[in-house]
């Protein structure tokens, strides 16, 4: 069978690597997403163990297509009620690139359109519409050419992990930053800092991945109401991961904010998820703090213009956080994920890399910093920062 995991952009290469993990086969990385082939196993373990696609769609056909009548004949030719019942509700989302096609709204409606008349040719019934919770969804991709339907085993997002009680001020996406810490190379036995943690959510992924905890292990999945859906299998492969769970203890993960109300948001999602003992919290400002341990990896997504925060108190805010930085984390490194374009030149420091990546249609940048005393001070005529 053949899959797409589509993903925050940016991400693609530690999804393939997590893809690879658990088996997948013939792994091709697009952009904002992976391809990869698999059997009714892999899909089920790619939804339960990966913390960073935020779907897993079931390519059901690839195929050219002219107009709306090609698309119509393409999701009509399948038996969909071999694949869930009529009782069920539906939902179908499309998303172009280069289509064509005048109205995109109308596609929609001619693939719900052959999905309910071919369950009605052959069921007598066939399934209503929901937008807001609904048990199927089927997703379409129109490129200039090509027609491609698949059918959604996820069901809500993956990065809903089932343990969010609260969303904080701006808070990231779970599996943007379980794939941040991907990226920084963190391993659990290196300590961990996010000194301006909000709602928790580098927190709470760190401490699931020191845990061994799977992601998926707290929530329902679509392909579960699927009619092939394999009871059996499902439970040994559930089994199998939390068998590997570690019990929760203090881990050296530790997080801090100015505010007791963002304190307050990760102390309620970190109890909600059972980990409130594994992470150590404390009220700080950022630019007070002294790091808890002489190494480790720093992770942070300070406020930024777009969302929160007034431009002129981060300009004030940034060089001072370098400041810090250089002063306090000698020894660490430090990675900063950010959307606004000011930090990286007001922070007066000098990346030593600098990955692009996107928090949902905002271009941002993680910036790392390898803190050795003495030595990161940008010169007044560096203009390497962009
Ligand atoms: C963009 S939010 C972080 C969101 C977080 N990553 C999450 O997923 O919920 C930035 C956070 O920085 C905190 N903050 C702002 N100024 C601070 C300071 N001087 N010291 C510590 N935290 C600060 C804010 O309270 C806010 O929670």
Known sequence: MQFFAPCPRGLECVLAEELIKIGAKSIKSANGGVHFKGSWQTCYQA????????????????????????????AYAFAWHEWFLPELTIRVNLAAIKCPLRSLDFVTLKIKDAVCDKFRK??????????????????????????????????????????????GDAPLRENLAAGILRLTGWQPETPLLDPMCGSGTF???????ALNIPPGSQRHFAFEK???????????????VLSGQLSVSLQSIYGSDLYGYALTDARTNLEAAGLLDAVHLKQANILEISAPEPQGVLVTNPPYGVRIGDTESLIELYPKLGDVLKNKFSGWHAYIFTTDPA??????????KRT??????????????KLIAGSMRKTRNDTSTK
């Not at 927190?203 to 991945?209: D, P």
């Not at 092939?228 to 089994?239: E, M, R, S, V, Y």
């Open 47 to 74: 939804n339960l163990e990966s913390r960073i696609a935020s779907r897993i769609l079931w390519q059901i056909a690839q195929k050219p297509y002219r107009d709306e009548q090609d698309i119509y004949n393409t």
């Open 122 to 167: 052959t069921t007598g019934k066939r399934p209503s519409i929901s937008t807001i919770q609904p048990d199927i969804r089927i997703h379409g991709f129109l490129d200039a050419q090509e027609f491609t339907l698949y059918l959604d085993t996820s069901g809500d997002a993956l990065f809903k992990r089932g343990n969010r009680k609260t969303a």
């Open 203 to 209: 927190l709470l992924e760190a401490a699931q991945i």
């Open 226 to 240: 699927f009619k092939q859906f394999d009871q059996t299998l499902w439970n040994k492969l559930k089994n199998k």
């Open 343 to 352: 930090l990286p030149k007001t922070i007066r420091l000098k990346a030593s």
């Open 356 to 369: 692009p990546l996107f928090n949902g249609a905002l271009e941002c940048r993680l910036l790392e910093y």
